[in-house]
């Protein structure tokens, strides 16, 4: 090939752009706030971020695809981190460290939580998928926590109560994105605890 040959191949290959995604998910979300989630088409996504429906496809399946996008990574990451606390601590202090620590480490990569929450709630499509998503948490830290000897019961229970902690957590960091995701669990599970201290379980009729 000569030099000439080479020189207009590189000419007509299409630049590669390290914001790409970024882009897309900007001008989604963008869409997605002015106009809902159910009239944006994935063609005028991509007509915002000045970039084509090849490239869309090289970061998403489809425009829901871009509120959700690695969160399949979640479930194991708190699975993962549910295993690997000190063995010295509870159950409960061991998914609590875990949902703390790995908090932390999704809060870092996480941008525009509060208008990504906000287009969830408007779409009934989106909530349903915010409920799968925490499902797959809940089910991944049960396995967790009968894989550090908890009963399944109880590890069902820790589990469900563990992922209405995260949720909860995450909710609040997004609104307030420049404090640490940490504190957010620790307030949760402090408030849990102050209710449940209140609580008293009625005696099963004829063990009064």
């Known amino acids: 090939m000569t030099h000439c040959a080479i020189m207009a191949r590189i000419v007509v290959m299409p630049r590669w752009d390290p914001r790409a995604e970024d882009r897309l998910r900007d001008a989604a979300l963008e869409l997605f706030l002015e106009q809902g989630y159910d009239s944006v088409t994935v063609a005028q996504i991509t007509e915002r971020a000045g970039l084509t429906r090849r490239t869309f496809s090289r970061y998403f399946t489809d ?110 960091w997004a609104d307030q994105p420049d404090a640490g995701f940490s504190a957010f669990v620790r307030d949760a599970a402090a408030e849990l605890a102050t209710s449940l201290t209140t609580v008293t379980v009625p005696a099963a009729p004829g063990q009064a």
């Not at 208008?115 to 998503?133: D, G, H, N, Y």
């Not at 967790?144 to 019961?153: I, K, M, P, T, V």
């Open 63 to 172: 425009k829901r695809d871009v509120l959700f996008a690695g969160s399949e990574r979640l479930p194991p990451a708190l699975a993962e981190a549910v295993i690997s606390a000190d063995d010295a601590l509870s159950p409960f202090e061991a998914l609590m460290t875990a949902l703390a620590d790995t908090g932390e480490l999704l809060a870092g990569s996480v941008t525009r939580s509060a208008e990504r929450r906000a287009v969830i709630k408007a779409s009934p499509e989106l909530q349903e998928r915010e409920r799968t998503k925490f499902a797959a948490v809940t089910d991944a830290l049960a396995r967790a926590l009968q894989q550090r000897g908890s009963a399944e019961a109880a590890a069902t229970l820790l589990a469900r109560i563990g992922a209405a902690v995260f949720q909860t957590a995450f909710e609040c």
